[in-house]
């Protein structure tokens, strides 16, 4: 054991009197380690924001929504004037009520009015009819306030709950509610704010098809009588008007177990009355989830693949300079073979060499791949923010880390495997030189 420790002891002590050349030497397995370490924290990051996002959808929820059919989109390019009907209907709303009997609920949104104003500030209409029950279908949070009752919907009451971003737009500087507003040439008065909702810009708000910060939500039944089913949107000498008596239907099936089988329930109610989809979608925020699981996890595999060629450059390099320190210490090798060191011992003081030129290495690159994580995701939102950058990219874009303990570990033993698996040849090579021939060697 004593014999065992000396070789130890005298194989680091030979990287540490070449203090330069071990550490360039290591420099690929650093790169290596750090390049598997930061694309795994990157990858595993946009997985973790995309799954919240789309979790937050809600992931026993199917949502039903009209869209509009492509050959209603345009007239040839001219500017006229006329009314189309599509998407969901009050039909299809009682016949998944009917049908779909073991969901937890099962909620409709209706559109209505195409402005939205408070004194000089106006905006485009996001305003959806709709029942107390999307609260909790859409898992929806009060910063103010409170939602829709069932005593607004029986009395038809001309009351809103309004997103954060209309609060901020509408009421920066004073108390929303029971402040009035109007849609079209109706007055509400607001009675709640909903909480922001961590989706302006990502995965969640194209899958809803809206940022939800601006939606208003009134009473379904207030919707109805006041607005109808005809929404006009008005241009420039012309005019549009759009007949959906329903703009999305939030379907929550009772467990995850179960949302699958309901979803495919509701795409075959569907498939009656709108044969081949062309006016409605079924979104499952659960398919997209193990969607994204499954593509998260593709994308690890290459990013990983990518990076360990520079663990296996890395490798390269340290057979490379092993070798080269074969040549180099030829004598000393024959001084040792002389004095009785035996060949294992040969191999086992290379080894140590490399041994410790990839532990090293790895233990760098650790350091080095989980600080450049950690500054990724602080530093691009920071950069981003920048005025002079707003002209390349837009500023919204952000890049989150997380720091796995698994790339790390694995990036470790990899690291030191490579090592030792490229050690071995230049310390056989060294086990096998003659000590006469060592001896004589300049």
């Not at 998407?87 to 009997?101: F, H, Q, V």
């Not at 089988?261 to 509701?266: D, L, P």
């Not at 075959?268 to 969607?291: A, K, S």
């Not at 086990?431 to 060592?438: E, F, G, K, L, T």
Request: aromatic letters at 6%.
């Amino acid at each position: 054991m004593g014999f065992f420790f000396e070789i130890v002891c005298l194989g680091l002590n030979n990287l540490r009197l070449h203090m330069l050349r071990s550490v360039l030497t290591s420099l690929g397995i650093i790169l290596g380690v750090a390049a598997v370490i930061i694309m795994v924290s990157i990858g595993e990051g946009n997985k973790q924001a995309a799954l919240r996002e789309i979790t937050s959808l809600g992931a026993t929820n199917i949502i039903v929504r009209s869209i509009k059919p492509p050959e209603t989109s345009s007239m040839g390019g001219q500017t006229r004037s006329f009314v189309v009907s599509y998407g969901l209907t009050r039909e299809d709303w009682r016949r998944i009520d009917g049908a779909i009997t073991d969901a937890t609920s099962i909620v409709p949104l209706k559109a209505a009015g195409s402005e939205i104003s408070y004194h000089a500030t106006r905006l485009i209409s996001q305003v959806f009819g709709t029942t107390p029950e999307l609260k909790d279908a859409a898992r929806l949070r009060i910063n103010r306030g409170r939602y829709l009752t069932a005593e607004d919907i029986d009395s038809t009451a001309p009351v809103a709950v309004i997103g954060a971003e209309i609060s901020d737009k509408f009421f920066r500087l004073r108390d929303p509610i029971g402040a009035d507003f109007r849609i079209d040439d109706q007055v509400f008065r607001v009675v709640g704010v909903l909480e922001p909702v961590g989706l302006a810009g990502g995965a969640g708000s194209a899958l809803v098809g809206r940022d939800l910060n601006f939606d208003v939500h009134i009473p379904v039944s207030t919707a109805q009588s006041r607005f109808g089913d005809i929404v006009v949107r008005r241009g420039s000498g012309s005019f549009s008007g759009e007949d959906v008596q329903l703009s999305e239907i939030y379907v929550t099936a009772d467990s995850t177990e179960s949302v699958l089988n309901t979803a495919a329930r509701v795409r075959r109610i569907m498939d009656v009355g709108h044969p081949g989809f062309t006016d409605v979608q079924v979104i499952v925020p659960w398919e997209l989830l193990e969607n994204a699981k499954r593509t998260a996890l593709i994308w690890n595999v290459v990013l990983i693949s990518i990076a360990a060629i520079s663990l296996l450059v890395g490798g390269i390099g340290i057979m490379n300079i092993m070798l080269a320190s074969v040549t180099e210490r030829t004598r000393e090798i024959g001084i040792r073979r002389a004095l009785g060191a035996t060949r294992q011992n040969i191999i086992v003081q290379f080894l140590v060499e490399t041994g410790a030129l990839s532990a090293v290495g790895g233990l760098l690159g650790i350091g080095v791949g989980v600080g450049a994580s950690i500054a990724v995701g602080r530093l691009v939102p920071w950069v981003l923010s920048r005025p002079f950058m707003s002209r390349f990219v837009e500023a919204r874009i952000a890049i989150e880390t997380d720091v796995t303990l698994w790339s790390i570990v694995v990036s470790f033993v990899v690291a030191a495997i490579v090592g030792l698996v490229f050690g071995i040849y230049p310390a056989i090579i060294a086990s096998r030189q003659d000590p006469i021939v060592a001896l004589r060697h300049d």
